[in-house]
């Protein structure tokens, strides 16, 4: 099932939605786009109950926007739960650190970066927010003078 969600909305994926007549939910953004009609558009309520007699339900997305509505609609699930562990950056190394044990990271709060020593980093090392996408609030140190 397709979530269809801003900020973009492709005419080929709409297309190919219609010619393939694959399963679209009709949230507002999908009516807003003419995903209206057909055998493969289910109202939210119905895709919701869909899901619920699957063990695990596969939904597609063409935006990260859709998560909200994933976390809201479909909290019965593991989904929300899924996307957090991907999205998250520390729950995401957290979980990848028995594969790569020397990969170093480590949690820094916001409210701790001011006092936090370059000397317990390995230089050059990334910052990172835990949660964000398009590399925003993503910074390279490579020297103890480039510390923020």
């Not at 009609?37 to 109202?43: R, T």
């Not at 999205?87 to 650190?97: A, D, E, I, T, Y």
């Not at 006092?115 to 949660?131: E, F, G, H, M, R």
Request: hydrophobic fraction near 40%; glycine fraction near 4%; proline fraction near 8%.
């Amino acid at each position: 099932m397709i979530l269809i969600d801003d900020p973009y909305v492709s005419e080929f994926l709409k297309d190919s939605i219609r010619t393939h007549g694959l399963p679209v939910v009709k949230t507002e953004v999908a009516r807003q786009h003419g995903l209206t009609d057909g055998p493969h558009v289910f109202e939210e309520q119905a895709a919701i109950e869909q899901a619920r007699g699957k063990a695990m339900p596969v939904f597609y997305t063409n935006s990260e926007n859709a998560i909200g509505w994933i976390a809201k609609h479909l909290a019965f699930t593991e989904l929300p739960k899924k996307i957090d562990l991907f999205k998250n950056k520390v729950k995401f190394r957290q979980l990848l650190k028995p594969l790569y044990p020397d990969f170093f990271f480590c949690e820094v709060r916001l409210d701790q970066l001011e006092t936090l020593s370059t000397a317990d980093l390995p230089l050059p090392c990334i910052i990172k927010p835990s949660v964000g996408f398009f590399s925003m609030g993503v910074y390279r140190v490579s020297t103890p003078q480039e510390w923020p």
